[in-house]
């Protein structure tokens, strides 16, 4: 899938897709504090050094996103660089799908948010 495509596939769905701003820290795997991982310009660094070895913090970034669904993508085929296409189109279809779940809760939120404010007009 081409990337336009993809971008109106989520527009679709009423979510959009914006740039990362180049000098926000964007903090991945939060809960996992031993392994989580700052991204400053697109460069994922370890928020905290330990001395034990682990993956860098470039696998640690593609392997938290590719697993995000119920399939965990990085059991079965190896990180590398080789991989990174297939990477793209796994991280698209996960994307599209979260976009699919977030459209149908805004469409719920907003129906219980109108039926709220008609309970408090009649107040």
Do not use: C
């Not at 470039?58 to 995000?68: G, S, V």
């Not at 279809?93 to 008609?118: G, V």
Request: charged share 30%; no cysteine.
């Amino acid at each position: 899938m081409e990337h336009l495509k993809f971008i109106d596939i989520l527009l679709g769905n009423g979510v959009g897709l914006h740039g990362v701003k180049e000098d926000k820290k964007y903090i991945i795997n939060k809960h996992d504090t031993d392994n989580a991982v700052g991204v400053v310009n697109l460069k994922p660094e370890y928020e905290k050094e330990v001395v034990y070895f682990r993956m860098s913090a470039a696998h640690e970034l593609i392997k938290n996103a590719i697993d995000m669904g119920s399939w965990k993508h990085s059991w079965h085929t190896d990180i590398k660089a080789e991989n990174y296409k297939k990477y793209v189109g796994i991280i698209r279809e996960l994307m599209i799908n979260r976009s699919k779940e977030i459209s149908d809760l805004r469409i719920a939120y907003q129906f219980l948010m109108k039926h709220i404010s008609i309970e408090d007009e009649a107040k």
